[in-house]
């Protein structure tokens, strides 16, 4: 279609168009120069009146009028204004129209006589008038008889930050306007709801996959760019709101563009990580959140100041973006090519309508298109790498199922084959125990006792191994069998009593005599053993109670325990294979994490289900179902039960101490603390270290934490880190409190020894980290290794003290020297003023006096002059005396006592920060050497210190006392209480110089608030 050539234009607000034919010729713009009346609403009936209103100006169309200048001056925001046209040469018979865009920000148009199109209400006054943004609206007009056409444009703007006719006005052929309207909805349409079907679809792809964040920003991209598409161009929301509000629709033009950038950012930064800056994106956020506030909470004549900085940082952002597609095609990253093609289709589209804007292309615009073309584009992209990504979840799930058949292969043969040697193990510790060569000592006896349940518990965890294969291959039969319930749960009770008793639990039950049910005796055992066992190993005090019911043809027996409990969370999946639960943050106990996996599938075997309730703290029940049996004697006597031992069914054996070799017996051996929940890992370590160190072991992690606390400290320390309650990670944690790893080295010892184990026992104090089974040559190697290097650390350690000792000795003596020759200087230097100054201001004072006396008689006023100075110079003496005499003063206070300088200090405190200091001194002077009065003034004002400036103290009271056998120095407080794990430098020093002295050093918090300091010096110490 053709447009208005460049000749056809408005002059001094007429135009004419004689000869114009609208169908072949096209629309015309009607740009050039309208009439224009500044601050007049003008109406048809204001121009039919015999004088025709002045003209303001002859202003270009279109245009904002904050670009006009009326009397040398630029035309405010704020006002109103009529623009008046009039077009002659039209055929009135022919059907033509005009289209409008938006104006701002409100107006009327009056074709002729008659009131056409309208957006809002135009109005003199802010009052008086109703700003609104219009739809792209085409008006059917008719001429005149004599062809001519009379356009007047009411405008009024007191709301937008500049107010005019910004787009051009077109008349033309009415159909074919209109035709071109219908287009741009159409086209607008197609846009919208492209972008907002792939939005939605990207959205719905993460809400359906949350680790990959890349849909989601993308597809909340396309959300806003269909949004901002809506308000612009055709301004498709107007057609579907018409009343859509005029703040909102300001609003949101901005925010889409804010924030869409920021979705954009994000969609990239998440698809190459890798090639943009974390801080570009965090940067972008942060910028994006402070624009969306500003439009949020401001009117649009404030955040239209916004799109300065906005359109800065995004060419920056371009830029950058630049730089990183070139990196992108560099490093022939997969996708680059289509993110590099999808950002040229939006420029050039960009550059194509600009041109055409400026009349040097005639192109239609295709912007939005090229929008429409990137976002399909990376659309694309992400579906690639979606297609990419589930190709590869297949293979890796068809390689996943070979190796877990190959898994299950190998552990079925791998335990079968282990049954032999097991076998033989557990007999010929048997025969040994029995006596078969001999009558063996007792200590022996015990270690075959204990080798033979480690054998045992292997045995069983072979056993399950091999249940659990064949029952998920499905290769189980049951054979079943009349099984009396009562006596199978009391056979299974009477084996695990020993436990139970060990623990100070008591088992019971409440099952009747005649309670049948059809099941397989083995697997019945087996089942009973995991579930009674289970609540033992998790239930530290109280009862195991087990109880069943008749069901509607089954039996439902409960296990119920008044354990630690489990956590709702933990529920769901406490059946799983390989799940162990560690309910109130306890660690694992020992097993697998099948057993209950098994009894889970043999329940099933039978036919039955099995549920748990539990809350944490409140125990825990157990229910299984199993087919009730007609009432009468089991087929066949009951099944022993010894065959079938569940690990956590073990008695806790006790430790067997190992006998010291007699050449060591007089010699000081290292000592080694050992902690290890199992008792038979205690032992081995115990009779790896006999004869050479100084052992002392426990089962409990709790029990050598109470150890340390107490201030027991060995030379090393060996720790399993899974122990239940505190573990060896919370013990370790503990010793780096009290002692660094220098003064306490602390070696893990785990069965876990992948790369976060070791990571985790070294963050938690760890000097070193065995993984087990351990290897006595290289424990004992290890061991003497880190001992060496804490006797090396202790060693250097006494040689650094020593020299610093040595040093401050030395500097103190030459400070001495010095000082006394600075003060015989200084006293020096003062007489010399003495009698210098004021000898000679006495003897100017003496003649001033001889001459008053002689002229009294003479010449009386004369006399009183020289009398006069004589006492001036008088007081000019004392003052130079009373100078040097404080000057001597706060030399003899350089000199003050032990007691003096504490005194000092607490004054000190009291008036500079404003505490108050309730004291008790009762030593006395001279009866510690200057270290140790160092020490105590270094502690004193260290705790005043950090008291006022750590825990806002203003009350302290001080004592030091003098016992007998010891002085002891306390500082107590009223501030916050002492909370941090570790001391600070000045703490760490004092500590160090006080236990080097042989004392005790503290730091504690009383009732709950405040903090308390206490020293402990031996007297010995006092005089070294």
């Not at 003495?834 to 009386?860: C, F, P, R, W, Y």
Request: proline residues 4%.
């Amino acid at each position: 279609m053709a447009t208005a050539k460049s000749s056809v234009s408005v002059q001094n607000g007429e135009l004419q168009l004689e000869g114009w034919d609208f169908g072949t010729e096209g629309s015309v713009a009607l740009n050039g120069k309208w009439a224009f009346y500044w601050n007049q609403l003008l109406d048809p009936d204001d121009l039919k009146q015999g004088t025709l209103p002045a003209v303001s100006a002859y202003v270009d169309m279109p245009e904002y009028w904050t670009n006009y200048t009326l009397n040398g001056r630029k035309l405010p925001a704020d006002g109103y204004a009529t623009y008046r046209l009039t077009i002659s040469g039209l055929d009135s018979e022919e059907p033509i129209a005009l289209k409008l865009r938006n104006i701002y920000s409100s107006y009327a148009l009056w074709v002729n006589d008659t009131l056409a199109a309208s957006a809002g209400k135009p109005g003199s006054t802010h009052e008086a008038s109703i700003p609104k943004y219009g739809p792209s609206v085409v008006v059917p007009v008719k001429p005149d008889s004599d062809g001519r056409l009379t356009l007047l444009v009411q405008v009024a703007n007191y709301t937008y930050p500049k107010g005019g006719i910004n787009n051009a006005i077109e008349l033309g052929d009415a159909k074919q306007l209109q035709q071109e309207k219908s287009v741009e909805l159409v086209r607008d349409s197609l846009v919208i709801g492209s972008l907002l079907v792939i939005g939605v679809y990207h959205i719905i792809l993460y809400l359906l996959r949350r680790n990959d964040v890349t849909p989601l920003y993308f597809g909340l991209f396309c959300m806003c760019i269909a949004v901002r598409t809506m308000l612009v161009g055709s301004r498709f929301i107007l057609e579907i709101f018409p009343a859509f509000s005029w703040v909102w629709f300001a609003k949101v033009s901005y925010l889409t563009i804010y924030v869409g950038e920021l979705f954009l950012i994000s969609y990239i930064y998440h698809l190459f990580p890798q090639f943009l800056s974390r801080k570009v994106w965090r940067l972008t956020q942060f910028f994006t959140i402070s624009l969306t506030l500003l439009v949020l909470t401001t009117d649009i004549r404030v955040y239209d100041y916004s799109l300065i900085p906005f359109q800065i940082y995004s060419i920056g952002l371009v830029l950058y973006a630049v730089y990183a597609s070139i990196r992108l095609a560099r490093q022939r990253q997969e996708g680059a090519v289509l993110l590099i093609l999808g950002f040229s289709l939006i420029f050039l589209t960009a550059v194509n309508d600009t041109l055409n804007r400026k009349g040097v292309f005639t192109t239609p615009a295709l912007l939005q298109f090229g929008v429409l073309g990137f976002v399909f584009l990376q659309a694309l992209l992400l579906s690639m790498k979606s297609s990419r990504a589930f190709f590869q979840v297949e293979r890796l799930s068809e390689r996943l199922l070979t190796l877990d058949k190959l898994k299950d292969e190998f552990l079925a043969k791998t335990s079968h084959e282990l049954r032999t040697p097991l076998h033989g193990i557990i007999g010929l510790a048997d025969a040994l125990i029995d006596g078969s060569s001999g009558k063996l000592p007792s200590p022996v006896i015990d270690l075959l006792r204990l080798m033979k349940v480690s054998g045992q518990r292997l045995a069983h965890l072979v056993n399950d191994i091999l249940d659990f294969s064949k029952l998920k291959h499905q290769e189980i039969g049951l054979v079943l069998v009349t099984v009396n319930l009562r006596l199978a749960v009391e056979l299974t009770l009477q084996v695990l009593n020993p436990l139970a008793e060990k623990k100070g639990l008591r088992l019971s039950h409440q099952l009747p005599d005649d309670m049948y049910v059809m099941a397989d005796e083995n697997r019945l055992q087996q089942i009973l053993h995991n579930l009674i066992g289970n609540a033992i190993a998790y239930t530290e005090t109280g009862t195991v109670t087990v109880t069943a019911k008749r069901l509607q043809g089954q039996v439902s027996v409960q296990i119920t325990d008044s354990g630690i409990g489990i956590s709702e969370a933990d529920l769901d999946r406490i059946f799983e294979s390989f799940e162990q639960i560690n309910p109130l943050d306890r660690s694992q106990q020992g097993g697998t994490g099948i057993g209950l996996s098994i009894t889970k599938k043999l329940v099933e075997l039978h036919g039955g289900r099995i549920g748990v309730t539990s809350g944490v703290g409140e125990g825990s029940t157990f229910s299984f179902t199993l087919p009730m049996a007609g009432e009468g004697e089991p087929k066949g006597p009951p099944l022993p039960v010894a065959d079938y031992i569940p690990t956590e069914s073990f008695p806790q054996w006790e430790i067997v101490e190992p006998e010291r070799e007699a050449a060591h017996s007089n010699k000081q051996l290292p000592s080694v603390l050992i902690v290890d929940d199992d008792p038979i890992n205690v032992q081995v370590l115990l009779q790896f270290l006999a004869g050479k160190y100084s052992l002392r072991s426990t089962c409990s992690g709790q029990e050598a934490l109470e150890w340390i606390q107490n201030g027991y400290k060995p030379d090393i320390a060996l720790l399993d880190v899974m122990m239940p309650y505190v573990s060896g990670l919370q013990l370790g944690e503990e010793i780096r409190r009290h002692y660094n790893s220098g003064e306490l080295p602390v070696i893990f010892l785990s069965a876990k020894s992948q790369m976060t184990d070791l990571v985790a026992g070294f963050e938690h104090g760890g000097n070193d980290y065995l993984a087990k089974p351990v290897d006595k040559q290289e424990l004992l190697a290890r061991l003497e290794l880190h001992l060496q290097l804490a006797r090396w650390n202790a060693t250097l350690e006494r040689e650094v003290e020593a020299r610093t000792i040595e040093l401050e000795h030395s500097l103190e003596e030459r400070a001495r020297a010095l000082s006394e020759i600075s003060v015989l200087a200084e006293r020096n230097r003062i007489a010399g003023d003495i009698h210098d100054h004021v000898g000679h201001i006495l003897t100017a004072s003496v003649v001033q006096l001889e001459l008053g006396l002689k002229m009294s008689s003479q010449n009386a006023p004369e006399s009183t002059e020289k009398l006069k100075h004589a006492s001036d110079l008088l007081r000019k003496g004392l003052h130079e005396m009373r100078k040097s005499v404080h000057m001597l003063a706060e030399e003899a206070a350089a000199s003050a006592t032990f007691r003096d300088s504490l005194q000092q200090i607490i004054n000190d405190s009291q008036q500079y920060a404003e505490v108050n200091v309730e004291h008790k001194i009762e030593v006395s002077d001279g009866s510690l050497e200057p270290e140790a009065e160092k020490l105590i003034r270094h502690a004193l004002q260290e705790g005043i210190t950090n008291g006022i400036r750590h825990g806002q103290c203003t009350f302290f009271r001080f004592e030091l006392i003098e016992t007998e056998d010891a002085i002891q120095f306390t500082l107590e407080n009223n501030g916050l209480p002492f909370t941090s794990e570790r001391l600070g430098f000045g703490l760490t020093m004092m500590r160090q110089t006080t236990r080097r002295r042989g004392g005790t050093f503290q730091v504690s918090t009383k009732d709950g608030a405040g903090c308390v300091l206490l020293l402990t010096m031996p007297r010995s110490a006092l005089k070294e």
